[in-house]
């Protein structure tokens, strides 16, 4: 089945330390996004890429860093430079008519 | 003033009315509106997407648009208790790349 897959689902992360979120389709999307969703909150756009080894900045891209080398893959990478992490974190792809979205990845600074 | 707006809610509603959900933006050249539907601690699904001024009808949703008054909506008929959720409103912003701007959603309850 065509879709999205994000992983860890849990993620634990420690005080200075840089994880990285995993995020594969296979939907043959060119574009792909990271949203961060806080409690109660809508989703606010991280990073975001139309083609690969070509990603632009969101609204939120302090503390954060992506790489596209592959069209399937777009990992997210939280540094040590993000003061507010703990968030449920969302990979989507889109052709353009709306856009699919993982199951999500829940980060908590521990 | 927020790029795309939506009343939080909680919007109660009795099993079997019309649900009516409302979204206003800001931007006069987003050209796609999107209402994805997010139950508790899980990610968003798409349910409609409209491009033209008019309503848009798929099962018991019908979604409006009306691009002079900025304004998106969504309505769900017959609700049910399975349709309690939050439900986001997204538009595309200017500048291609079809990127979403979502607003904070609104809470809908329905209550048998």
């Known amino acids: 089945d065509g879709g999205i897959t994000q992983s860890p689902k849990y993620l634990f992360r420690k005080e200075g330390q840089n994880v990285t979120l995993s995020c594969e389709q296979n939907?043959?999307?060119?574009?792909m996004y990271w949203y961060r969703q806080d409690p109660g909150q809508g989703l606010r756009l991280i990073y975001y890429?139309?083609?690969?080894?070509?990603?632009q900045k969101g609204d939120i891209a302090e503390g954060y860093s992506v790489s596209r080398e592959k069209k399937e893959s777009f990992p997210l990478t939280v540094t040590s430079a993000q003061k507010n992490p703990t968030a449920f974190y969302l990979c989507?792809?889109?052709?353009?008519?709306?856009?699919?979205f993982g199951s999500g990845t829940r980060l908590t600074v521990v | 003033q927020k790029e795309v707006e939506q009343n939080s809610g909680p919007l109660s509603v009795p099993e079997g009315a019309i649900a009516s959900l409302n979204c206003t933006y800001s931007?006069?050249?987003?050209?796609?509106f999107f209402w994805y539907r997010q139950y508790s601690g899980k990610s968003p699904e798409l349910i409609m997407f409209?491009?033209?001024?008019g309503d848009k009808e798929d099962g018991r949703f019908t979604a409006q648009l009306n691009k002079a008054s900025q304004y998106v909506s969504l309505l769900i008929r017959d609700s049910q208790p399975s349709d309690s959720a939050t439900y986001l409103c997204?538009?595309?912003?200017?500048?291609?790349?079809?990127?979403?701007?979502f607003g904070a959603g609104t809470r809908l309850a329905v209550h048998p």
């Open positions: 989507a792809s889109s052709t353009g008519q709306g856009s699919t």
């Open positions: 997204a538009v595309t912003g200017a500048g291609g790349y079809n990127k979403l701007i």
């Open positions: 890429s139309q083609i690969v080894n070509d990603f």
């Open positions: 939907l043959n999307h060119d574009a």
């Open positions: 409209i491009y033209s001024n």
């Open positions: 931007d006069r050249g987003s050209q796609s």
